[in-house]
């Protein structure tokens, strides 16, 4: 999803806020997009959600080819991206809500303050992390075939496990992409950057959900 790298000269002031400002408006109406796609798809089946979790990242590559095209289409593309990943999470926000309601609320809290500070410790930071996210790149690979091992074997602890490390690994995953907002020279990225870091968001708030839901 890295269309410039994280040792790319700083844009000025001006337009490091405008991008910036650009970029978390998106990552806002992405979020109020998924919320109405949780919502209307509350009552889904868990096979039209994995449906639209696939059409979604479908969605998303249209966004990484768009970007250079068209703000418009990628903007648009970017709120479709949202909606279905609404869509598709909405069997499991609806299982949290019904099981354990609280829980819902803990999460969403608890990711408000992880982004807000690893974010603003990406922002700041002066250390190139390109290569720190790399190896988180590929962290998160195998935290993916863990979880797939999880579906087909029971291990003790498994899901704490995930959880966990899922946090750890979108901890760095998130410093990354807030340096890259910071340091990008290229204004129309806004929306491939809001679509990388509104899934930051995203992950982190359903691992939290599993570690406050007692990783149901």
């Avoid at 410039?4 to 998106?26: D, E, I, R, V, Y």
């Avoid at 807000?116 to 996210?133: E, K, N, P, V």
């Amino acid at each position: 999803m890295t269309t410039t790298t994280a040792g790319s000269a700083p844009l000025s002031g001006a337009k490091a806020g405008g991008l910036f400002g650009q970029t978390m408006g998106l990552v806002a109406l992405t979020a109020a997009v998924f919320a109405l796609g949780a919502y209307v798809g509350r009552d889904t089946s868990g096979l039209t959600g994995i449906v639209c979790f696939i059409l979604a990242f479908g969605v998303l590559l249209g966004v990484n080819g768009a970007v250079q095209r068209s703000e418009q289409l990628a903007v648009g593309l970017l709120f479709a991206f949202g909606l279905l990943m609404g869509i598709a999470v909405a069997p499991t926000i609806r299982h949290y809500v019904e099981a354990d309601p609280q829980a819902v609320w803990q999460a969403g809290g608890a990711t408000a303050l992880f982004i807000a500070g690893f974010g603003a410790a990406g922002y700041a930071t002066r250390r190139d992390l390109s290569g720190l996210a790399r190896s988180f790149f590929w962290a998160l690979v195998a935290l993916i075939v863990f979880g797939i091992l999880l579906v087909f074997v029971q291990i003790p602890g498994g899901a704490l496990i995930y959880a966990i490390v899922g946090l750890v690994i979108f901890a760095g995953l998130t410093l990354f992409d807030f340096q890259r907002l910071r340091r990008t020279e290229d204004i129309r990225t806004a929306p491939l950057l809001a679509a990388s870091i509104f899934l930051d968001v995203l992950n982190v708030f359903l691992l939290f959900l599993s570690l406050f839901g007692r990783g149901e």
